[in-house]
Structure formats: structure tokens, C-alpha cells
Antibody
Framework: QVQLVQSGAEVKKPGASVKVSCKASGDTFTSYDISWVRQATGQGLEWMGWMNPNSGNTGYAQKFQGRVTFTRDTSITTIFMELSSLRSEDTAVYYC?????????????WGQGTMVTVSS | AIQLTQSPSSLSASVGDRVTITCRASQGISSALAWYQQKPGKAPNLLIYDASSLQSGVPSRFSGSGSGTDFALTISSLQPEDFATYYCQQFNSYPWTFGQGTKVEIK
């Protein structure tokens, strides 16, 4: 059973950066795109972008362009999401999720979420 | 960006009720739509993909329909474990967007 396990909660000051990891178990790490989705407390889901762990190709939602970077380390089957110039509005739970092409790219496996708090 | 508008934003229903949630896209998205269920403090769980295909392991009381701009998620007989928030998501074009969510509460 494939799992996505994310790093722990973070508290950052405004203007700082945060880097969240998402480790995939199993041997299918490079076979699926990974997306990042965030959710502010009591709010809806917001898609941030995707990464293909095999090629390293990425795509970012325009809202986050220039502030977010996805990277990967295939040797440890881990994808990273780094968000810079943090502001209070970035306080949210951040999820990684696997997109399955054979399910119309729908997200069938999710990480447990990482709470990022931005506060002075 | 394609906007998805869910209706209603919340609803109250009883166990055994038939419940329908709609999702309207701001432009045609063919059948590139998924539905998720989310419970408090948990990650979303995929219910339906390609507008009407039931994800493996999801109870058959959940069904999806629609294409183009109008979609629906139906729960044929609401169970206690179905009280949650439901989201639609489109995969027709980037950025992939979500509806604002529909909270299903106990009457």
C-alpha cells in the first residue's frame, strides 16, 4: 500500500521560508505526479501545483508563481515544497497528493498534512 | 481559471435520506471532475473520478453524474459516517480548481 508521509508542523515568522517534505513509500515513486494542496483553517481546498518526480517537471498555480518551488530527491523518494516570503495568509495545512492518470488525474492518495503557522 | 460553484454550501439531512450536491463549472470541462469527502482533521478521500466512476473501496451508495458544466454527487441513503464536507475538483485545465465545499450535517 503506497503511503505519503509528510514532515511535522512548522512555525515561521513573516518573510521567512518553509520547506515541507512528502515521502512516498513503495516502488512507484516516479510513476505518478504529486500535487500540493493547502487548506486554511475552516476554509476550502486550494491547489498549488504539481511535480513529476521522474522528470522533475513542475507546474505552479499562477497565484504562487515566484514564491513556491517543488523539488525532489529520488534517492529517498521524497518531494519537497518550499514557500517563501511567508505572510499570515499562508497559515494553513499543506497536503501532498498523488494524481493517478488512470483516474483522470484525481488524487487517490494523500499525505496526512503539515500545519504551517506564520506568526510574528 | 475555471470556477466551480457547489450548491448548497451546507445542508441538514437525516440518516437514510437521499442527498444530492451539485457542482457547476464556469466553462465546459467534459467529464474531468472528481468528488472528495473530507472529515474534520483528515485529508480528503477520493469518491468519484471522471465525473461518474466510483473509486475502488467506496460504497455504492455514492454516485456521480454530469458532463460539460453541470455535475452532481448523490448519496442514495445517508449513513452516519457520511456526515462530512464534500468537494468537487476539475482536471480539464490548469490551474486545477476545487469547489468551495458542501457541508453535510445531521438534522
Amino acid at each position: 500500500q503506497v503511503q505519503l508521509v509528510q514532515s511535522g508542523a512548522e512555525v515561521k515568522k513573516p518573510g521567512a521560508s518553509v520547506k515541507v517534505s512528502c515521502k512516498a513509500s513503495g516502488d512507484t515513486f516516479t510513476s505518478y505526479d504529486i500535487s500540493w494542496v493547502r487548506q486554511a483553517t475552516g476554509q476550502g481546498l486550494e491547489w498549488m501545483g504539481w511535480m513529476n518526480p521522474n522528470s522533475g517537471n513542475t507546474g505552479y498555480a499562477q497565484k504562487f508563481q515566484g514564491r513556491v518551488t517543488f523539488t525532489r530527491d529520488t534517492s529517498i523518494t521524497t518531494i519537497f515544497m518550499e514557500l517563501s516570503s511567508l505572510r499570515s495568509e499562508d497559515t494553513a495545512v499543506y497536503y501532498c497528493a498523488r494524481g493517478d492518470y488512470y483516474l483522470g488525474n484525481a488524487f487517490d492518495i494523500w499525505g496526512q498534512g503539515t500545519m504551517v503557522t506564520v506568526s510574528s | 481559471a475555471i470556477q466551480l460553484t457547489q450548491s448548497p454550501s451546507s445542508l441538514s439531512a437525516s440518516v437514510g435520506d437521499r442527498v444530492t450536491i451539485t457542482c457547476r463549472a464556469s466553462q465546459g470541462i467534459s467529464s474531468a471532475l472528481a468528488w472528495y469527502q473530507q472529515k474534520p482533521g483528515k485529508a480528503p478521500n477520493l469518491l468519484i473520478y471522471d465525473a461518474s466512476s466510483l473509486q475502488s473501496g467506496v460504497p455504492s451508495r455514492f454516485s456521480g453524474s454530469g458532463s460539460g458544466t453541470d455535475f452532481a454527487l448523490t448519496i442514495s441513503s445517508l449513513q452516519p459516517e457520511d456526515f462530512a464536507t464534500y468537494y468537487c475538483q476539475q482536471f480539464n485545465s490548469y490551474p486545477w480548481t476545487f469547489g468551495q465545499g458542501t457541508k453535510v450535517e445531521i438534522k
